[in-house]
């Protein structure tokens, strides 16, 4: 059903006269974060890539933070906005600390708080343009949910962004159980990643791994997965097929 | 120099059905738990039910966020209320604010299907449907949402609900006892999850009545 047509006429009341102050589409773009909920906490992945368009332009780009004490937040899409998103973050955090109360903000709060910003900057037709992915733990409750460039938002064992709805969450539906070890959780994750690798072209095979549990955030350092390009298939390509390149 | 067009849209369709019965005594409300985004299921776990008030409780499907944020505004509206009146709003009552909610946004609406569901002041099951603008009217039963177009005529058929033109008006609530109506919801929600690709995976169904409120389970096809 298409409520609301994209194509606004030009005497519309809802666009203003500059729509360059409008967000239209992203330039430098990060793909999929994969996450799942495991015993000691969420485990994250995403890799180090920022596309500009088809271009892999950056390759070191860290798209997973700690939030506060108690969050790690991981995002896809335009880095310029999820960079911006942390801005907003540190200052919520900064006077969250500022209280001084011996509370601080855990998951289930950032989580609300985001997704608040990110649907009213919906509601102004100038989204950020990111899909976000928020985990941590709390009082040892677990939790992970995920919020979309419209607002759209849920919390479940596993989520993933962009290209990992499609090829990581089959896989985690399959393999994902309560009380996934850290090493087993790894695994899942990397396979994920390996098969986001060979079928995304936006991946770029440096990730990182962050793990959130009671103790606290850690990201781990850069490293590549091990690919497979020895398939017969692969060899002399243009064997049976007739072509002059 | 054309104006450039936005390529994205506010909206989104995630999915769900969602229906009402209203008894003499009870009201049953029900939705599946599914979330979708075009082929894709975002999480097969989510709750599209909220309770607004005591004996008031709504379901909703369409785009999740809209969603969202229309309960909370609702909710937040029902906190005011009992400030200032120190008593529960009643589910006219609410029917009404929900109906106002969404015309106030007519130009840019919550893209939101609802059902209100819950026990008028003298305890009757009383069934309200809404259209995403805020059109609104009292039935007997109702469903909305994307398997509402296989779910309606069947209720229609099971239900009988008498014409709204008789004189004198007759009760548009049904005669049947409350685990029947509630064995009805379960058939009706099986058989839409064999056809409508975005209803399935588990149904949440709550039941109000005299009693208080309670909640039920029931496995849907996954697929």
Known sequence: MNFMASKQPENSLLSPESDSQRTLYPYVT????????????????????????STLRYKSVERMKPIGKHSLLGASGEISDFQEILRYLDEL???????????????KEVHNYLTRVMYNRRNKFNPLWNSLVLGGLKNGQKYLGTVSMIGVNFEDNHVATGFGNHLARP?????????????????????????????????????????????????????????????????????GAIGSW | MPKEQANWSPYDNNGGSCVAVAGADYCVIAADTRMSTGYNILTRDYSKICKLADKCVMASSGFQAD???????????????????????SCPAMAQLLSNTLYYKRFFPYYSFNVLGGLDNEGKGCVFTYD?????????????????????????NQLKSPSPLLLPARDAVTPLAEAEAIDLVKTVFASASERDIYTGDKLEIVVINADGIRREYMDLRKD
């Open chain 2, 67 to 89: 969603v969202k944020a229309l309960q909370k505004h609702l909710a937040a509206r029902h906190l005011i209320y009992q400030h200032q009146h120190n008593k529960q709003m």
């Open chain 1, 93 to 107: 955090i900064l006077y969250d600390n500022m209280w001084d109360d011996g509370n601080s903000l855990g998951p």
């Open chain 1, 30 to 53: 990060g793909t999929s974060v994969v996450a799942l909920k495991y015993k000691d906490g969420i485990l994250m992945a995403a890799d180090m890539g920022g596309s500009y368009g």
């Open chain 2, 132 to 156: 995403a603008v805020g059109s609104y009217e009292k039935v007997g039963y109702s469903s909305q949402g994307s398997g509402s177009t296989l779910i309606m005529p069947f209720l229609d």
């Open chain 1, 171 to 239: 896989i985690l539906r399959q393999e994902w159980h309560e009380n996934l070890s850290f090493e087993d959780g790894v695994r899942l994750l990397e396979k994920c990643m390996r098969v986001l690798l060979y079928r995304d072209r936006s991946a770029v095979n440096k990730l990182q791994i962050a793990k959130i549990t009671e103790d606290g955030v850690t990201i781990s350092q850069p490293y590549s997965l091990k690919t497979y390009w020895e398939f017969s298939a692969f060899e002399n390509p243009a064997q």
